[in-house]
């Protein structure tokens, strides 16, 4: 969603803005805007586009001056991308200038009774609404953090918002409800931002705000209050382990290509600490407590089908059973679930604002909660009660890659440390799968170049299509649904995914010679039924690319081979295979492969 950065201290605070607001474009980019003050007056830059457009605009406006500055990049909720509807947005004095992330809920109430009250609103966003709503308490002779405490009493839903006073010029002041933010501490200055790739080039030192906490910030001090009887917890000066090599592109064109490469390298991480050399799982955090008789999962997206992955992993190893929940779905239904119940929560960010939906709902019934998050500190880590860290390190893609593949693993180390403790998985079982997990990172390494090779043809070679289909089986199905996910947010081909079996109970009327399918066909328990699957395609003349391995007997128009592994590793070979077809579909059309249209990394409203 829309990215937040705001700089207090000795440096040029604009460049300092505009600089975090490139690493934060991922997050929302359809305008951008900074303010800062400048000889005693409130100066605010905003354009329509891209961070690039703001920069020019920028240039020679006073704004070396300024030691402190706010600073927004945009996805819009409310109000169609424009220069006015860009952030930041101005009080009626005109001397306070506010940065939004989130929705007010109840901002049309709002913007009514301060219409009639004569206030004049220039935007239509809700940001305003709230930004005049603080400056109409100010207005009232309040302190700022009076006025905050006494307009937020009246904000309905989610916010995370950066303020900067006219009147105290090196001064910031920030508080969030439901929507991340971040400050991050220097020498002798102070960032804020919704997060911390958006400053770790300065400091890796970071203070994780908790909802209704007000921090105030002037150059190297920071101060945070929280409203009366709203709980937290002390403020502790946190070390970001994420290097700021790893948020920047290495020479890649593309954050989703350098990702989609970078899995060998999360496979290892996430192995190091649980997997010793030897080949012994140790998994503290998930075996300090008993072994669940049945498990919920809540997730979104991509995360969503990791979550159905580790459903076929966790039932056959450990033989719990699980149940996958799409989190937007789950947090307005009525779940059977209670004291005692396990629910397991997945997210890459940390932040999506469904899946703590769904984990408030799952709290209050009295669960479990366990997280997977990628991102330390997030809301979702610190809101479960014990996390499992992915280690995949800063994804800054929106389409998300190397997440899935560390979410996977960790179901898969989840899934056999269950079945040993259970008494499901044999000890030999388990011995095989840990040296083979050991040998993963080495195996996807060594075909990782070749398999874009094959990508990039194939991709060029249908990225024509209108229509894609993606058919797998058991442990595929989830995949074949990630692949056309991919494909369809990035390169914008309509695709689907769907389980093989499936296709004659309706979908094979779709096919023709212009209805491509891409099937994962891997040899494995489910090779044969996968095959005839593919002849009932055939017949109905649809070109099909299957994603097999060699000694296949598949009659199809292209067969993709790729080194067979035991199953489930497979599907860690498999994986890259689609993100790059994904990916090298987009570059062949020519799409914006890091910032898709209509998207924003982190989902952080409904
Ligand atoms: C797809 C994608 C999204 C996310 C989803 C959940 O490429 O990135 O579908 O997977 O928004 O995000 P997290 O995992 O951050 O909760």
Not at 36 to 42: C, D, K, Q, R
Not at 71 to 90: D, F, K, Y
Not at 104 to 119: F, H, P, Q, R, V
Request: charged letters at 25%; aromatic letters at 6%; a negative charge.
């Amino acid at each position: 969603m829309c990215g937040i950065i705001a700089y207090s201290g000795p440096r040029q605070a604009v460049p300092v803005c505009l600089d975090g607001l490139s690493r934060l474009e991922y997050r929302g980019y359809d305008s951008a805007g900074v303010a800062y003050v400048s000889e005693g007056a409130m100066r605010v830059v905003k354009e329509r586009g891209k961070v690039s457009v703001l920069r020019e605009a920028v240039s020679g406006n006073g704004a070396h001056k300024s030691r402190a500055a706010v600073a927004h990049t945009r996805w819009a909720t409310h109000g169609e991308p424009s220069r006015v509807n860009a952030h930041p947005h101005l009080d009626a004095s005109g001397g306070l200038a506010m940065v939004h992330n989130g929705i007010l809920e109840n901002y049309l109430e709002l913007k009514t009774e301060m219409e009639a009250e004569g206030i004049r609103f220039d935007s239509q966003t809700d940001s305003e609404v709230l930004v005049k709503l603080i400056g109409r308490e100010l207005a009232r002779g309040l302190s700022m953090n009076e006025a905050l405490a006494a307009a937020l009493e009246r904000a309905e839903g989610s916010y995370a918002i950066t303020l900067l006073d006219r009147g105290n010029p090196e001064r910031l002041w920030a508080v969030r409800n439901k929507s991340p933010l971040v400050l991050g501490v220097g020498e002798d200055e102070c960032f804020l931002a919704s997060d911390v790739t958006a400053f770790l080039a300065h400091t890796r030192e970071v203070v994780h705000l908790d909802d209704g906490e007000v921090v105030e910030v002037n150059g190297g001090s920071w101060n945070v209050t929280r409203a009366p009887g709203r709980a937290g917890r002390r403020k502790l000066v946190e070390l970001v382990d994420w290097d700021v090599q790893a948020a920047r592109k290495d020479g890649h064109p593309h954050f989703m290509l350098k990702e989609i490469l970078e899995q060998p390298k999360v496979i290892r991480d996430c192995l190091t600490g649980r997997v010793t050399a030897d080949g012994a799982l140790r998994l503290d955090e998930v075996e300090a407590r008993p072994v669940p008789s049945k498990l919920t999962i809540l997730a979104c997206g991509t995360s969503y089908y990791a979550g159905l992955w580790g459903k076929y992993v966790i039932e056959r190893l450990a033989k719990v059973p699980v149940e996958v929940h799409v989190a937007s779905e789950f947090r307005y239904e009525e779940p059977v679930l209670g004291p005692g119940d396990h629910v397991l929560v997945i997210s890459q960010s940390g932040e999506t604002a469904d899946t703590l939906g769904g984990l408030e709902l799952a709290r209050e019934r009295g669960a479990e909660l366990l997280g997977l998050c990628n991102v330390v500190g997030s809301s979702i880590a610190r809101g479960v009660d014990t996390v499992l860290y992915t280690q995949a390190g800063p994804e800054i893609s929106v389409a998300s890659t190397k997440a899935m593949c560390s979410q996977m693993l960790m179901l898969l180390l989840m899934a056999v440390s269950h079945g040993r403790r259970n008494g499901s998985l044999a000890e030999e079982a388990e011995r095989e799968l840990l040296d083979g997990l050991l040998g993963l990172a080495d195996s996807v390494e060594e075909s990782l170049d070749t398999i874009r090779v094959q990508a990039r043809r194939l991709a060029r070679e249908y990225a024509h299509a209108s229509h894609f289909l993606f058919l797998g089986r058991g442990i595929f199905f989830p995949l074949a649904m990630e692949g056309a996910l991919k494909l369809k947010e990035i390169s914008y081909i309509h695709a689907e995914g769907y389980p093989s079996g499936e296709m004659k109970h309706g979908p094979i009327a779709l096919i023709d010679r212009d209805f491509p399918t891409l099937a994962l066909a891997q040899r494995d328990r489910l090779y044969a039924k996968v095959k005839s699957n593919l002849a009932e395609v055939r017949a109905r003349g649809g070109p099909v690319i299957a994603l097999t391995n060699p000694g296949h007997d598949l009659d199809v128009e292209r067969a993709w081979e790729i080194p067979s592994l035991p199953e489930p590793l497979n599907t860690f070979m498999v994986l890259p295979a689609l993100q790059l077809f994904a990916y090298e579909a987009a570059v062949a059309l020519g799409r914006d492969v890091d910032q898709p249209r209509n998207l924003a990394k982190s989902v952080t409203v409904e």
